[in-house]
């Protein structure tokens, strides 16, 4: 199983709509996930960070399902410019500590006027 | 703040050519990253570094080799480049080690292996 694990989309939304992705984990010892946002050519910018049950900012909600181990991204009122991919993001534990992240291979969003 | 600096950002490539791919950053950050993106695909590790002088394999490492004499610079070097080598890469920095921090990343080397 991957380390971390989404649904690639295409999500093609029209403005005002919401829409939810999800992430699963497969490390159930997991404490911290992060959504990454990244738009076309450019490099991923941190979105949100997740460290308990969900985090909340703005439009944006990150929710966190320890038992089924997923987490998801809910956006809502989507706008143009959140049309992007969103990358999942989990730490890779090693015995020093989290070294570094598992990504997801991202949910393409399209936002349609 | 320039952040995270990588040079060049677009580089063609002949087969079994050599080179290396920059990356600086003014944070002051003790971890730093090397990931390759494929097209439609996720990020993957190739090697990384929690400060001067230490650094360590990722998940896709051959091929690749780094060093990191200062916490500043840790350049990716590209031995006898094959095709399968053609991707974006990123260079990302981190301050230090644990479960929280936010990944900084530079804005990307596009390199083609014909």
Redesign the interface.
Known sequence: RKE?E?D?GPFNVPEGATVAFNCTYSNSAS??F?W?RQDC??????LM?V?SSGNEDGRFTAQLNRASQYISLLIRDSKLSDSATY?CAV??WRQ???????????TRLTVIP | NAGVTQTPKFRILKIGQSMTLQCTQDMNHN?M?W?RQDP??????IY?S?GAGIT?K?EVPNGYNVSRSTTEDFPLRLELAAPSQTSVY?CASKKG????G??F????SRLTVL
């Open positions: 971390v989404q690639p404490q911290s992060f990454y050519r450019k490099e991923p910018k941190l960070s460290y990358l730490p890779a020093t500590g989290a070294n570094n992240l598992f990504f997801g291979t991202g | 971890y990253y990931y439609g695909m996720g990020l993957k590790l990384y929690v360590d990722g990123f080690a644990g479960n929280t936010e990944l990343f530079g804005e990307g």
